[in-house]
């Protein structure tokens, strides 16, 4: 095919390349030409292929930021067309304006065309007189073509004036009805720009632009609508109100549950930047802390309470003179006469900072203070941010349900399962499948090496049938994706081959080779263990029927005991959150393990007249759990741990699990007040349910908090160029200048 557009002179594209070209391009990009016989030829391998002039070969490549070489750079031109913040602005105001006012954006939309016709008619013409001034020869008055055509053209000119005269005041109405919409599209363009940074968090984040414009357009379809005779404004507001939630929504839900509070906190702060309401320098502030201080001997002595590491930092803020920031001034030495007022913020749980300083400063810059003298309150006061900008259903957990991803999804658009460590979709998929009627059409595949094969029969066959198919475990499988990406975009291409009741779903690990086109045009959904004890402990029981809740004769040991080992299963799950604290290694347990703990405890009871306290210690402790469990000191904490809750003292009534008494044992309830029962459980675990002292909170705050900087500091663009340049100039030079006047003449 090149090589006969290349003697054709006709064009190549090539699509989806990646960082790296493949070789087999190099004889067009690096070309080896001659002149045989007066005409050009090109070395393709071994031979010689003659070569049209005409001939041009174009790439695209769908990654959002790529890293070439040097040498591509040199051989080939690379232009930038991703879309920009104030273009797409301009293309979602136009679908708003088509959506809402249709008549008015037709019109706009003939008078641009009308426009750039008389401007070409204009243009025309005077190309026509000056080819005929060019050739003329001899007199010019006595050229009557020329004449002539001055003639027409002077009437003609005029007469096209005075339409684009017109032409532009009509633009100018039209413009300003269009203007009343330009909030939303711009809340639209925001949003688009804030979902494309999501892969510097992890690469298989990648959403396309068709699918951003799809969530767009289904909230000018579904959104509440306004009653007549109330303001344009009014209904734009529901517009941005009801896109700001669908974006978020249908994005977090393929997001791990730690990366959904940065999203979220990445949306209300780049609401905020749009409104100046956070300027650049606030943001450089909080992103790298303030400067360090050249001399420290020039500030006070600090209190002996105040670590050396916080009054460097009190002081560096305070040296913090843009007009942004003037908040800051003097508060090291605030902080040192009233440390006893601040100590609640910097050294224990509270979010609250002293007076005057609560009022003077505004929600982002007590997030700067925080980041600077208590990091570790980072990531509270950034939920706290995003309730007060966006509203407390940002900061909830995404609801698993997969019907609603389900039907995002068609015969040529996969749905994708993004995997964490003891995670399967499985039993959720199973359990959508006979919901929707296809329990028997489900066809399931774990993939592996070789695996290859079998998976392309296996589409084959069910695309014509009308199953379901689910890979899993495509990461396991490398080799593979590239062909799955070639059936995926040919099913795009000929998808009324298809039957309509074809699914394609998809599980894959977070991996760095999953092909970003599968990414970007599939319904992605993460597949992970619930975070906290609560919905941890729901989700077990919610494994069981009521018919197995009721199933065993010893009513009081069963039911005590089986909602101790969900509580057992919760806490060893969550004390892994605590890292070294928790325990010395990670170890994955999953529902199997609680599923077949409970098939033990009712066999064992069932079996026996008085409870089996040692033989269920032993397998429940040993076998099912400390099955998994490599290191000797682990097993002993995991034991003890179990001790707690399987005991004869679990069979009391009224007993807590911990000793602030927030976890309580169940009565003999029905299963149908487990629900509530477990709603009473706080949001937040607090460490005594695990055995820790209050003060392990702190190390899990930081970690958090320090994790949730780094991640918002890896989604953040490159500065070069322009103004950023500038900037960084000016800063070298200011610190030059700093050192020169520290060194001692």
């Given at each position: 095919v090149i090589e006969n557009a290349i003697f054709a002179g006709t064009s190549i594209l090539v699509e989806d390349v990646e960082e790296t070209l493949d070789s087999g391009l190099q004889f067009i990009i690096a070309p080896k030409l001659r002149k045989q016989s007066g005409?050009?030829?090109?070395?393709?391998?071994?031979?010689?292929?003659?070569?049209?002039?005409?001939?041009?070969?174009?790439?695209?490549?769908?990654?959002?930021?790529?890293?070439?070489?040097?040498?591509?750079?040199?051989?080939?031109?690379?232009?930038?067309?991703?879309?920009?913040?104030?273009?797409?602005?301009?293309?979602?105001?136009?679908?708003?304006?088509?959506?809402?006012?249709?008549?008015?954006?037709?019109?706009?939309?003939e008078l641009i065309?009308?426009?750039?016709?008389?401007?070409?008619?204009?243009?025309?013409?005077?190309?026509?007189?000056?080819?005929?001034?060019?050739?003329?020869?001899?007199?010019?008055?006595?050229?009557?073509?020329?004449?002539?055509?001055?003639?027409?053209?002077?009437?003609?000119?005029?007469?096209?004036?005075?339409?684009?005269?017109?032409?532009?005041?009509?633009?100018?109405?039209?413009?300003?009805?269009?203007?009343?919409?330009?909030?939303?599209a711009t809340r639209g363009s925001i949003l688009y720009f804030v979902v494309l940074e999501l892969p510097g968090i992890d690469s298989m984040y990648q959403y396309s632009l068709e699918f951003f414009k799809r969530i767009f357009k289904n909230v000018l379809d579904t959104a509440e609508r306004i009653k007549a005779g109330e303001e344009i404004e009014k209904q734009c507001q529901l517009f941005i109100d009801s896109l700001t939630y669908s974006v978020f929504s249908n994005v977090s839900r393929g997001l791990f549950a730690n990366h959904r509070d940065v999203f979220s906190f990445l949306i209300a702060t780049a609401l905020l930047r749009s409104t100046k309401a956070i300027s650049d320098e606030m943001w450089k502030l909080f992103l790298r802390g303030p400067p360090d201080v050249s001399d420290i001997s020039k500030f006070e002595e600090p209190n002996s309470q105040i670590e050396q590491r916080i009054w460097e930092k009190c002081c560096a803020l305070s040296q913090c003179s843009s007009n942004d920031l003037t908040c800051f001034a003097g508060i090291h030495t605030h902080i040192n006469e009233h440390y006893d007022e601040w100590k609640p913020f910097i050294e224990e749980s509270s979010i609250e900072i002293p007076s005057p300083y609560n009022n003077s400063c505004s929600m982002f810059q007590k997030l700067i203070l925080a980041a600077s003298i208590s990091r570790r309150k980072v990531v509270s006061l950034a939920r706290q941010l995003v309730r007060t900008v966006l509203g407390e259903s940002f900061t909830l957990q995404a609801d698993v349900d997969l019907t609603a991803p389900y039907q995002d999804t068609s015969k040529d658009t996969p749905l994708l399962f993004i995997l964490s460590q003891g995670a399967d979709p499985r039993d959720s998929l199973e359990r959508l499948a006979?919901?929707?009627?296809?329990?028997?059409?489900?066809?399931?595949?774990?993939?592996?090496?070789?695996?290859?094969?079998?998976?392309?029969?296996?589409?084959?066959?069910?695309?014509?049938?009308?199953?379901?198919?689910?890979?899993?475990?495509?990461?396991?499988?490398?080799?593979?994706?590239?062909?799955?990406?070639?059936?995926?975009?040919?099913?795009?291409?000929?998808?009324?081959?298809?039957?309509?009741?074809?699914?394609?779903?998809?599980?894959?690990?977070?991996?760095?080779?999953?092909?970003?086109?599968?990414?970007?045009?599939?319904?992605?959904?993460?597949?992970?263990?619930?975070s906290g004890i609560q919905p941890n402990v729901q989700l077990l029981l919610n494994t069981m029927s009521p018919d197995q809740w009721e199933s065993c004769s010893k009513i009081r040991p069963w039911k005590k005991l089986l909602f101790g080992i969900a509580l057992f299963h919760a806490t060893i799950q969550e004390r892994k959150r605590y890292g070294a604290l928790g325990f010395n290694k990670i170890y994955e347990w999953n529902t199997s393990d609680f599923s077949i703990a409970t098939k033990i405890l009712h066999a064992y009871l069932t079996q026996n007249d008085h409870t089996p306290w040692d033989a269920l210690r032993q397998m429940i402790g040993d076998v099912v759990y400390g099955g998994r469990v490599t290191d000797d000191w682990d097993r002993r904490c995991m034991n003890a741990i179990l001790d707690k809750f399987l005991g004869p003292t679990v069979l009391e009534d009224g007993i807590y699990f911990d000793e602030e008494q927030k976890y309580q044992q169940i009565n003999l309830l029905t299963y149908q007040q487990l629900s509530e029962h477990i709603s009473q459980f706080p949001v937040e675990d607090t460490p005594a349910i695990f055995g820790f002292h209050p003060v392990a909170l702190n190390s899990l705050q930081l970690q958090q908090s320090t994790q949730m900087m780094n991640w918002i500091i890896s989604v953040q663009p490159n500065e070069s160029g322009g103004a950023a340049s500038q900037k960084d100039d000016e800063t070298v030079l200011q610190t030059a200048e700093e050192l020169s006047s520290s060194i001692p003449t």
């Amino acid at each position: 095919v090149i090589e006969n557009a290349i003697f054709a002179g006709t064009s190549i594209l090539v699509e989806d390349v990646e960082e790296t070209l493949d070789s087999g391009l190099q004889f067009i990009i690096a070309p080896k030409l001659r002149k045989q016989s007066g005409r050009w030829e090109i070395s393709v391998g071994d031979k010689w292929v003659g070569y049209n002039q005409q001939f041009k070969l174009f790439l695209t490549t769908k990654l959002s930021n790529p890293q070439y070489l040097p040498d591509v750079f040199i051989q080939l031109s690379v232009i930038n067309f991703s879309v920009t913040l104030e273009g797409l602005e301009e293309q979602l105001l136009s679908d708003v304006v088509l959506h809402e006012m249709p008549e008015l954006e037709k019109q706009r939309s003939e008078l641009i065309v009308n426009i750039a016709k008389d401007q070409k008619t204009l243009s025309d013409l005077m190309e026509q007189i000056l080819h005929l001034l060019f050739t003329s020869t001899g007199n010019i008055l006595d050229n009557e073509q020329l004449i002539a055509t001055l003639h027409d053209a002077k009437t003609t000119s005029t007469q096209v004036a005075e339409r684009l005269v017109e032409a532009e005041k009509t633009e100018i109405q039209i413009t300003e009805k269009r203007e009343v919409y330009r909030n939303v599209a711009t809340r639209g363009s925001i949003l688009y720009f804030v979902v494309l940074e999501l892969p510097g968090i992890d690469s298989m984040y990648q959403y396309s632009l068709e699918f951003f414009k799809r969530i767009f357009k289904n909230v000018l379809d579904t959104a509440e609508r306004i009653k007549a005779g109330e303001e344009i404004e009014k209904q734009c507001q529901l517009f941005i109100d009801s896109l700001t939630y669908s974006v978020f929504s249908n994005v977090s839900r393929g997001l791990f549950a730690n990366h959904r509070d940065v999203f979220s906190f990445l949306i209300a702060t780049a609401l905020l930047r749009s409104t100046k309401a956070i300027s650049d320098e606030m943001w450089k502030l909080f992103l790298r802390g303030p400067p360090d201080v050249s001399d420290i001997s020039k500030f006070e002595e600090p209190n002996s309470q105040i670590e050396q590491r916080i009054w460097e930092k009190c002081c560096a803020l305070s040296q913090c003179s843009s007009n942004d920031l003037t908040c800051f001034a003097g508060i090291h030495t605030h902080i040192n006469e009233h440390y006893d007022e601040w100590k609640p913020f910097i050294e224990e749980s509270s979010i609250e900072i002293p007076s005057p300083y609560n009022n003077s400063c505004s929600m982002f810059q007590k997030l700067i203070l925080a980041a600077s003298i208590s990091r570790r309150k980072v990531v509270s006061l950034a939920r706290q941010l995003v309730r007060t900008v966006l509203g407390e259903s940002f900061t909830l957990q995404a609801d698993v349900d997969l019907t609603a991803p389900y039907q995002d999804t068609s015969k040529d658009t996969p749905l994708l399962f993004i995997l964490s460590q003891g995670a399967d979709p499985r039993d959720s998929l199973e359990r959508l499948a006979a919901k929707m009627g296809f329990a028997k059409k489900l066809s399931i595949l774990s993939l592996g090496q070789g695996r290859g094969p079998t998976a392309s029969k296996l589409i084959k066959t069910a695309k014509l049938s009308g199953y379901w198919v689910y890979l899993q475990n495509c990461h396991l499988c490398p080799s593979f994706l590239p062909s799955l990406e070639q059936k995926i975009q040919k099913m795009s291409r000929k998808s009324n081959e298809i039957s309509d009741q074809f699914r394609l779903i998809l599980s894959s690990m977070p991996t760095e080779v999953f092909p970003v086109s599968i990414l970007r045009n599939s319904v992605k959904v993460t597949s992970e263990p619930p975070s906290g004890i609560q919905p941890n402990v729901q989700l077990l029981l919610n494994t069981m029927s009521p018919d197995q809740w009721e199933s065993c004769s010893k009513i009081r040991p069963w039911k005590k005991l089986l909602f101790g080992i969900a509580l057992f299963h919760a806490t060893i799950q969550e004390r892994k959150r605590y890292g070294a604290l928790g325990f010395n290694k990670i170890y994955e347990w999953n529902t199997s393990d609680f599923s077949i703990a409970t098939k033990i405890l009712h066999a064992y009871l069932t079996q026996n007249d008085h409870t089996p306290w040692d033989a269920l210690r032993q397998m429940i402790g040993d076998v099912v759990y400390g099955g998994r469990v490599t290191d000797d000191w682990d097993r002993r904490c995991m034991n003890a741990i179990l001790d707690k809750f399987l005991g004869p003292t679990v069979l009391e009534d009224g007993i807590y699990f911990d000793e602030e008494q927030k976890y309580q044992q169940i009565n003999l309830l029905t299963y149908q007040q487990l629900s509530e029962h477990i709603s009473q459980f706080p949001v937040e675990d607090t460490p005594a349910i695990f055995g820790f002292h209050p003060v392990a909170l702190n190390s899990l705050q930081l970690q958090q908090s320090t994790q949730m900087m780094n991640w918002i500091i890896s989604v953040q663009p490159n500065e070069s160029g322009g103004a950023a340049s500038q900037k960084d100039d000016e800063t070298v030079l200011q610190t030059a200048e700093e050192l020169s006047s520290s060194i001692p003449t």
